[in-house]
């Protein structure tokens, strides 16, 4: 006795093709969604770092303040240096590492950040924001650096003045900078970004 089969839809090679579409459509749809769109200048950094050479300051990801290997880091100011590396035996105690996601910069590696700014935000007005002129720039000088992860940055954030380390813009809650006299007085305001900072001005 036959058993009867259920019948399946014959598939062919346009079907396949038009599935094969879809599915592509639909994952790059995902990956707009939730791929690397540079939202501030730090993440621009952050993907930049493990692409440029690290003889410009690009630093790959896990490098700590206490990675002289690198320009990034030892190109910053010893005095700078010194305050991070305090800071840093501090807060492993209680659990947290200092990662340095940006430091020194060579200039050209500055322009290219800012052009790229420019690109992502459509203006050098905006860019402003997020991006000084090599002529400018905290971290061309080695006067400047990116902390991370988030843990660090609120460490800091909590302890920093203590060690004269200071945030010095509202948007950019990685960047910190040596600021001497904040031991005794506390970290001045805030800059609500780059573009505000008088240092900017020509």
Known sequence: MRTARAMRPAITAPGVA????????????????TGPAVATFGDLVRGHGGT??????????GVTVFDDRYPGVANLDPDLLHALRTAAG?????????????GWRAPA??????REAIAKYGSEQAAARWVAPVNKSAHVS???VDIG???AESWLSEHGTGYGLCQIYANEPWHFE?????????CPAQYAD????PRMGS
């Open 18 to 33: 038009t599935v094969v579409v879809v599915m592509v459509l639909l994952a790059f749809l995902a990956y707009l969604s």
């Open 52 to 61: 440029a050479a690290e003889a410009e300051g690009g630093l790959p990801a």
């Open 90 to 102: 501090d807060a492993a105690r209680d659990g947290v590492k200092f990662q340095v996601n940006s």
């Open 109 to 114: 590696y500055q322009d290219r950040l800012l």
């Open 142 to 144: 080695g006067d400047a």
């Open 149 to 151: 992860p988030d843990t």
């Open 178 to 186: 040596l600021r001497p006299g904040a031991i005794g007085r506390g």
């Open 194 to 197: 780059a573009a505000q900072d």
